[in-house]
């Protein structure tokens, strides 16, 4: 595995990332498992095993994986209309007329939904500090017209955190409760959800810089256009807020990789084979995506011209990550799972590290 060792290495030596883990699964056996870096690089802490993060995005796949499997036991339905569930979501279009917003459409990010709303600074998305609710938090974004209607366009968004809402709601508790029931139980999740396990192994955060500096609370880490997401690590411990189906839980590497292998063997008893197959699939048709060569099925991102997507991956893919510093892949055809997780935002999920990574990855085992 030289060329995991060198991209690893050398973005901890610039300094670029400052701590990392990368587990690859290869036709079910774990071919490698390593950290690079510090823990805590100013306490000169290094890299544990299995340390726990703070998920960002990553969160999404588990719990769009939980409306899948509360669709298999008949709980919802893809085509259930949103407000059947959240009578007070009921966003309108841009002229004012009602909309109608389906699971489907939450699961895939053609809602009409944004992840920015300027016009109202009380509305947070995940990351942000908060004490607000689910529904004191979403009906104001219910109350800003949809970007487009229903079906017709992409853009990533807060859909998850109101599909978290919907399932609470649908469920009869909160959020984790319903996650943990149909996902993280079945599948021994045990280290992943809305709490952290074990906080003495909660990887620090820090946010890009050079070097990476440790992140504030809050910080805004800015990205190419010097705009960005604003973290607030402490959120994780916040009981008063909102649980973010889009951005709230914690995890480990050794927890994520079990649950997407679970994912391409079937489903792992959680999911029916036939859902997991809807999911790794295009469900947004020819509706435009920005990223060239992937479409987006329930889960993430779907390889469907590796070339023009400059991917090593094969078609049919599933890929995405987390801002705080993950990066995640599911190759089915050559039998391949990635698990990229690092304490560095944002560079871990969406700069040159993880795309490098992947490359050696696909060189090392494939």
Request: include cysteine.
């Amino acid at each position: 595995m030289s060329n995991v060792e060198a991209v690893m290495d050398a973005a901890i030596e610039k300094q670029s990332i400052v701590g990392a883990e990368l587990v690859v699964v290869r036709h079910g056996d774990i071919v490698c498992r390593r950290t690079a870096g510090w823990f805590d690089r100013e306490a000169g802490v290094p890299m544990i095993d299995n340390a726990i993060y703070r998920l960002a995005s990553v969160t999404k796949p588990i719990v769009a994986a939980t409306a899948l499997a509360m669709v298999d036991k008949d709980l919802i339905g893809l085509d259930d209309p949103v407000s059947r569930h959240l009578p007070w979501f009921a966003p309108r279009g841009a002229d004012g007329q009602p909309a109608e917003i389906t699971i489907h459409h939450l699961l895939t990010h053609t809602a009409g939904l944004a992840y920015t709303y300027p016009d109202d600074p009380e509305i947070t998305t995940g990351l942000g500090r908060t004490d607000k609710s689910l529904e004191e938090n979403f009906s104001r974004v219910a109350q800003q017209p949809l970007l487009y209607a229903p079906g017709t366009a992409w853009l990533y968004s807060v859909a998850i955190d109101v599909l978290g809402a919907v399932l609470a709601e649908v469920h009869g508790g909160t959020l984790e409760e319903a996650v943990r029931t149909h996902i993280t139980g079945p599948l021994g999740m045990n280290e992943t959800g809305f709490f952290v396990a074990d906080t003495s192994r909660l990887a620090k955060p820090y946010a890009d810089g050079t070097p990476a500096m440790p992140m504030g609370d809050p910080q805004m880490v800015p990205n190419e256009t010097g705009t960005g997401p604003t973290f607030s690590p402490s959120r994780i411990f916040n009981e008063n807020a909102f649980q973010s189906g889009g951005a709230g839980m914690a995890g480990t590497p050794g927890d994520i990789a079990r649950f997407l292998e679970a994912l391409r063997n079937g489903g792992g008893g959680a999911i029916h084979k036939d859902s997991v197959a809807l999911a790794f699939s295009n469900r947004i048709g020819k509706v435009h995506r920005e990223d060239a060569g992937q479409r987006f099925g329930y889960l993430g991102a779907v390889i469907e011209d590796p070339a023009a997507a400059n991917s090593p991956s094969a078609v049919g893919t599933v890929n995405w990550g987390g801002v705080y510093g993950h990066s995640w892949l599911v190759d089915p055809a050559n039998g391949l799972t990635i698990v990229s997780m690092s304490n560095t935002a944002l560079e871990g999920c969406t700069g040159r590290y993880p795309k490098d990574l992947i490359r050696a990855v696909y060189a090392d085992f494939t």
